[in-house]
């Protein structure tokens, strides 16, 4: 049972490059996550999905486009890369959306520089 | 709005206790702990989901006292394992879960 698997691992990108971070889970869950987390800080929701299909903005979206065509696929595409966007992203899915005592499953994450 | 976390770090001798809080200004309906190993991914500790539920998890256990919009994590007889950096969770809006900035804990032997 893998979880949460996120590729690539690392990535050092140029200004003005685009790239998709790929994310999939093989739980069967519906809710899945993109969160973002810069050096010494928590973490910042970008999008999240409910579901196949749908899709919706979270706290720092600016910059970054999801779509959600299966239930195990949720990948993120990074838009003309900025420095700003250097971080390390994390992808996350959960069976309730957070509810019922059940929290959510990270993946290890994506280690992205622009340079 | 993201919850505020304090202290923002703490350092224990192994065997001490320590209490990490979570507050928020606006209500709580529901408080989700994590705990993040440098270089790793969170991991979910507990969901609670009402006021005035606690739980326990080994010697880590979270109590919500949802008049006074806060969770507190207690982590009681430290080991050297609980080192990390603990987040907590709020719901802004429905499925917008949002956390702090993180509580650095070290354990020292």
């Known amino acids: 049972n893998a979880g949460v698997t996120q590729t690539p691992k690392f990535r050092i990108l140029k200004i003005g490059q685009s790239m998709t971070l790929q994310c999939a889970q093989d739980m069967n869950h519906n809710y899945m996550y993109w969160y973002r987390q810069d050096p010494g800080m928590g973490l910042k929701l970008i999008y999240y999905?409910?579901?196949?299909?749908?899709?919706d903005k979270g706290e720092v979206p600016n910059g970054y486009n999801v779509s959600r065509s299966t239930t195990e696929d949720f990948p993120l595409r990074l838009e003309l890369a900025a420095p700003s966007q250097t971080s390390v992203y994390f992808c996350a899915s959960s069976y309730s959306g957070g509810l019922a005592n059940y929290g959510y499953t990270f993946g290890s994450g994506t280690r992205l520089t622009v340079v | 709005q993201q919850p505020v976390q304090s202290p923002q770090a703490v350092i224990l001798r192994e065997g001490e206790d320590a209490v990490i809080n979570c507050s928020s200004s606006?209500?709580?309906?529901?408080v989700h702990w994590y705990r993040q190993k440098h270089g790793e991914a969170p991991v979910f500790l507990m969901i609670?989901?009402?006021?005035?539920e606690q739980k326990g998890h080994e010697k880590i256990s979270a109590s919500f006292n949802e008049k006074k919009q806060q969770s507190s994590l207690y982590l009681t007889a430290s080991q050297l394992s609980y080192s990390g950096t603990y987040f907590c969770?709020?719901?802004?809006?429905?499925?917008?879960?949002?956390f702090g900035q993180g509580t650095r804990l070290t354990i020292n032997p």
């Open positions: 969770g709020t719901f802004q809006g429905a499925q917008k879960l949002v």
């Open positions: 999905s409910v579901g196949a299909g749908i899709t």
């Open positions: 606006k209500a709580l309906y529901s």
């Open positions: 609670l989901l009402k006021g005035g």
